[in-house]
């Protein structure tokens, strides 16, 4: 499970998901639930938004932007533009 911060017009969501898929250059989320007091109307995160996502078991932070919002499967795709630890970040891709 990831922490997810996205950036929206409304203010910034709070929400936990599930890694599906990642790369160097992309992360694919699946199971996304909104924080207790963070629920926010469908149509909130929308391409485009920036995101801040937090690996809380390997210590990382990713920063990127919401490229794919799939709201019928609960799916949403991510391009990473940095993290606070490129190398740690090449090692949880590999």
């Given at each position: 499970?990831v922490?997810?911060?996205?950036?929206?017009?409304?203010?910034?969501?709070?929400?936990?998901?599930?890694?599906?898929?990642?790369?160097?250059?992309?992360?694919?989320?699946?199971?996304?639930?909104?924080?207790?007091?963070?629920?926010?109307?469908?149509?909130?995160?929308?391409?485009n938004?920036?995101?801040?996502?937090?690996?809380?078991?390997?210590?990382?932070?990713?920063?990127?932007?919401?490229?794919?919002?799939?709201?019928?499967?609960?799916?949403?795709?991510?391009?990473?533009?940095?993290?606070?630890?490129?190398?740690?970040?090449?090692?949880?891709c590999?």
């Open positions: 499970m922490l997810l911060q996205i950036g929206t017009s409304g203010g910034d969501i709070f929400e936990r998901a599930q890694v599906d898929n990642i790369s160097l250059g992309g992360i694919c989320f699946t199971n996304i639930k909104a924080l207790k007091g963070f629920e926010h109307g469908a149509g909130s995160v929308l391409e938004n920036q995101a801040l996502v937090y690996f809380h078991s390997s210590q990382i932070t990713v920063f990127g932007t919401v490229m794919r919002v799939d709201c019928a499967k609960d799916r949403m795709a991510l391009s990473v533009k940095r993290s606070t630890d490129d190398d740690l970040w090449s090692r949880l590999a």
